[in-house]
């Protein structure tokens, strides 16, 4: 869903990364850690293929991944991805706002009450986090 910033083109993006948390840990869980992020860094496509935009750009630029047809559009925005807004309340605002996509694309509900809904969950949420923060 594109926005515009400053009058140019933009899609938001987050980002998956992987880590090893500052503890002990067995070198069997090291390792074993350790081959799943190759394995995960070797088999980019695979990630793409099921709907994430790829870290690799030789993996978004691959002949692959261009040639499907569901991945063709997130391919195209790739020139034009700025991080999600820092915002504090932006997350949850998000995921609610992914539900309510999820809901009109799979026509599991009547778009206006989807969105009418949306609209009241996130006000109602604002509110309440508002009311939190105040306490």
């Known amino acids: 869903m594109p926005h515009f910033e400053s009058g140019k083109k933009v899609y938001t993006a987050g980002s998956h990364q ?8 067995s070198d069997t869980k090291l390792d074993a850690i350790l081959k799943f992020i ?9 990630w793409g293929l099921g709907g ?7 993996v978004i ?5 261009k040639s499907d047809k569901e991945l063709a559009g997130f391919a195209a925005q790739v020139d034009y991805l ?11 605002i998000y995921n609610r706002m992914g539900v309510a996509i999820s809901t009109v694309i799979t026509f599991s509900g009547n778009v206006q009450s989807v969105l009418n809904k949306s609209v009241s969950d996130t006000q109602q949420l ?10």
């Open 18 to 25: 992987f880590g090893i948390l500052n503890q002990e840990i």
């Open 38 to 46: 190759k394995y995960v860094n070797e088999n980019s496509i695979q």
């Open 52 to 58: 994430q935009v790829p870290a690799k750009l030789s």
């Open 61 to 65: 630029e691959s002949d692959e991944y």
């Open 82 to 92: 700025i991080d999600l807004p820092k915002d504090i309340y932006y997350g949850e």
């Open 126 to 135: 604002i509110s309440e986090l508002e009311s939190e923060k105040l306490n």
